[in-house]
């Protein structure tokens, strides 16, 4: 098995739902620069992630870094929206031979005419992050998470459509790259990302465990 799982796909594909499956049944920790960013209390870095443009390589980078370097992390890690660059692309290179790890990036393939209700239907727990959806996955009770049936989901502010515009405009110039260059290195495989979550864990589920 592939120490290092790269989940990659556009905005909406699935990856944060994908991961946390993983984590869930396969005991690999999610590392979700997303989310880690979304949890800093430090304002610019909010209005980027709201404006749907990427946050400076330096920054991701180091959290990346110090995030993979816990203990629980020592036998693996899925990561969750890093690499999205090409020099992100590279200190993961150099991390990973440095942890003594291998790597393989699965993309989650999603039309992108399913993305944009996917984003823009998608609402969150702000307490354990739980992800829904209004039109594929509803709460239980309108707009409260399942989890913790006081806490009211939220938006994410670049959920909006102007932004999610912009975010797949980011991806198309600065991530397809990456993708790319894992296909060229021969350590990309791909999984439909249209059917039901249950069934792209299934067949990641196969690709991870046989790699
Ligand atoms: P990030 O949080 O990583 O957002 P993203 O890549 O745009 O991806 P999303 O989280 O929107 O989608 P997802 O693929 O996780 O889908 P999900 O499972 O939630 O990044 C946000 C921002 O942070 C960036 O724009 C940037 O500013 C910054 N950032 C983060 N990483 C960075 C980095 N490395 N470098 C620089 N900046 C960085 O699913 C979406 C919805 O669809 C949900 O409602 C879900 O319930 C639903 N859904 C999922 N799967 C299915 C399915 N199979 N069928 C039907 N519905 C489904
Ligand atoms: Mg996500």
Same mark, same amino acid.
């Given at each position: 098995m592939s120490n290092i799982i790269v989940l990659m796909g556009a905005p909406g594909a699935g990856k944060g739902t994908q991961a946390r499956l993983i984590q869930? !049944? @396969?005991g690999l920790p999610q590392i979700s620069t997303g989310d880690m960013l979304r949890a800093l209390a430090v304002a610019d870095i909010h209005t980027t992630q709201a404006s749907g443009r990427l946050i400076s390589d330096d920054v991701v980078m180091e959290m990346v870094k110090g995030r993979t370097s816990r203990e629980d992390c020592s036998h693996g890690y899925v990561l969750d929206g890093f690499p999205r660059t090409a020099a992100q692309a590279e200190m993961l290179e150099k991390l990973a031979a440095e942890q003594g790890m291998g790597l393989m /990036? =699965?993309?989650?393939d999603v039309p992108v005419? =399913?993305?944009e209700q996917r984003l823009n239907g998608r609402r969150t727990c702000p307490v354990c992050n739980e992800t829904y959806n209004v039109y594929f996955k509803p709460p239980q009770s309108d707009n409260f998470c399942d989890r913790h049936r006081n806490v009211q989901l939220e938006q994410r502010p670049d959920d909006e459509l102007d932004k999610v515009q912009i975010r797949l405009e980011?991806?198309? !110039?600065q991530t397809r790259p990456v993708l790319d260059y894992y !296909?060229?290195?021969g350590r @990309?495989? =791909?999984v439909d990302g249209s059917s039901e979550?249950? /069934?792209i864990y /299934?067949?990641?589920a196969r690709i991870i465990t046989q790699a």
């Open positions: 869930e !049944r @396969l /990036a =699965v993309l989650i005419s =399913v993305l980011t991806y198309e !110039r !296909r060229q290195s @990309l495989k =791909v979550p249950e /069934a /299934a067949g990641l």
